[in-house]
């Protein structure tokens, strides 16, 4: 390094995803929480991914072998028409024998993954009394998208350099300004709760998976802690387990009002569970 160059400084990669869906409602005004086709959890999740790249083109490799492969030939998920697998890994559509492969290759990267879990019941009650309080209040699904993202990166943006924040894209419009004001929010709690300036740059942007590898990666986080909650499911939790960080169950109060946060040394199992599957 010539004495004129100037150390590159480090920069933060993270991605981010949701599991589940903010509806609570019908067009009724009924709800629906917990009916089929909706979700009884909303959670949000953020990968962090120290070589996106790496993780990229090591996704991308694999793809292109799975797609060589005789055996998965004729699964529905693998044609090209149906533009699933073909464009990018997606948990929910991908077929048993190629997420067995995606969890093999994401354990062998280094990623951390925090999230946030809302129990959808809860909210419904606390709209239902605000209702009450005020008649002109509408809940919509991006408020509780919004809180979550200032909740999640409340102590992620104080210790790095620089940061890039990559969000799966949701419908058709980007919501990039919601988004960084949700960020800005989450510093100000952290400088209202402990007093500490985060001032590091940020670049947000909102992305397709297929263009992130990151995105995939999260989603499939996602997706086995969904089987978790919803279903009581554990094999794909503690097959990624050694990669979890932190979870925040917000609406599990029994212990603190803040809810609990499942960690290295208080691990998120099914027997944790505010309401466990049987």
Same mark, same amino acid.
């Given at each position: 390094?010539? +004495? ?32 089929? &086709? ?70 062998? /990267? ?29 809940? /919509? ?18 210790? +790095? %350099? #620089? ?5 799966? @894209? ?13 960020? %800005?929010? #989450?510093? &100000?709690?952290?400088?209202? =709760? ?5 001032? =590091? ?25 969904? @089987?978790?909650? %919803?279903?009581? %499911? ?45």
């Amino acid at each position: 390094m010539n +004495e004129t160059d100037s150390p590159q400084p480090s920069i933060c990669h993270y991605f981010v995803d949701e599991a589940g869906d903010g509806t609570l409602f019908n067009k009724r005004k009924q709800v629906v929480v917990g009916r089929e &086709g909706c979700s009884r959890y909303f959670a949000l999740g953020v990968l962090k991914v120290d070589d996106p790249k790496a993780l990229h083109d090591a996704l991308e490799a694999l793809r292109t072998n799975l797609f060589a492969d005789p055996y998965l030939a004729t699964v529905p998920s693998m044609q090209q028409e149906r533009k699933k697998t073909a464009l990018a890994f997606h948990a929910k559509d991908d077929c048993a024998e190629v997420r067995r492969e995606v969890y093999k290759l994401l354990m062998q /990267h280094e990623l951390r993954f925090f999230a946030v879990v809302r129990e959808k019941q809860t909210i419904v009650d606390k709209v239902l009394e605000h209702n009450k309080k005020s008649s002109t209040y509408r809940y /919509h699904p991006n408020q509780l998208y919004d809180r979550c993202v200032s909740r999640l990166f409340k102590e992620r943006l104080h210790k +790095e %350099e #620089s940061y890039v924040i990559q969000f799966s @894209r949701r419908g058709n419009r980007p919501r990039t300004a919601a988004l960084q004001n949700a960020i %800005e929010q #989450s510093r &100000g709690n952290l400088r209202k =709760s402990w007093g500490i300036e985060a001032n =590091s740059p940020i670049e947000i942007m909102a992305a397709k998976p297929a263009d992130a590898g990151g995105l995939q990666a999260v989603d499939y986080f996602l997706w086995a802690m969904q @089987r978790l909650y %919803e279903r009581g %499911e554990e094999r794909y939790w503690d097959f990624v387990s050694s990669k979890v960080s932190l979870v925040h169950d917000v609406d599990d109060t029994r212990g603190n009002k803040y809810g609990v946060y499942y960690t290295k040394k208080n691990p998120l199992k099914k027997e944790s569970l505010k309401k466990p599957i049987e």
